[in-house]
């Protein structure tokens, strides 16, 4: 069975960092693109970065850009967000979500149940 | 980046009904979409991908359809488990971006 389970969330006051990570099971991660994505509360979804299964390959979403940082350890099995200079516009759930590899586009077939990120003084 | 408009932000329907969320993208992203379906408090699952592909165990009442900037999302039947949020997301290229989201309520 695939599992995604995230860690690391909490409690951080703004201009801090924190990192998170995602422990991934039940599929052979070292093949598979993965990705951040977060909602805030009461509201939609916003990605927020992809690496590929290699790590030759990294995105950001313009929001995040410049302060955060993914990263993966394929022996481990896990996922990593490094996030700072974080702001209250961070505050968030934040899921780790596999990429598919059905079809060779950009679609999320896996996701954890979230780690809940707070920004506040 | 490829805007995604999601309507209606909220629908009620009752059991048994049959009801349909749109999703316009900002240029045409060549059927490279996907909808999920978000119940409270848990992580969103992937229904349809592709536009029209159901993904493995989504039942058959759920259906997507349309083309070039244009897709909808069609529930048959509605059941209680229905009742959810859904998003429509471009799966074309980075940045990917999201539908804001539809509620869809018991009425």
């Known amino acids: 069975e695939v599992q995604l389970v995230e860690s690391g969330g909490g409690l951080v006051q703004p201009g801090r960092s924190l990192k998170l990570s995602c422990v991934a099971s039940g599929f052979t991660f070292s093949n598979y693109g993965m990705n951040w994505i977060r909602q805030a509360p009461g509201k939609g979804l916003e990605w927020v970065a992809y690496i590929s299964s290699g790590s030759s390959y990294i995105y950001y979403a313009e929001t995040v850009k410049g302060r955060f940082t993914i990263s993966r350890d394929n022996a481990k099995n896990t996922l990593y967000l490094q996030m700072t200079s974080l702001r209250s516009e961070d505050t968030a759930l934040y899921y780790c979500?596999?990429?598919?590899?059905?079809?060779?586009?950009?679609?999320?077939?896996?996701w954890g149940p979230g780690t809940m990120v707070t920004v506040s003084s | 980046d490829i805007q995604m408009t999601q309507s209606p932000a909220s629908l009620s329907a009752s059991l048994g009904e049959t009801v349909t969320i749109e999703c316009l993208a900002s240029e045409d992203i060549y059927d490279i979409l996907a909808w999920y379906q978000q119940k409270p408090g848990k992580s969103p699952q992937l229904l349809i991908y592709?536009?029209?592909s159901l993904h493995t165990g989504v039942p058959s009442r759920f259906s997507g359809s349309g083309s070039g900037t244009q897709y909808s999302l069609k529930i048959n039947s509605l059941q209680p488990e229905d009742f959810a949020s859904y998003y429509c997301q471009n799966g074309l290229s980075a940045p990917l971006t999201f539908g804001s989201g539809t509620k869809l309520e018991i009425k």
């Open positions: 979500a596999r990429l598919t590899t059905v079809v060779s586009y950009w679609y999320f077939d896996f």
């Open positions: 592709d536009a029209s």
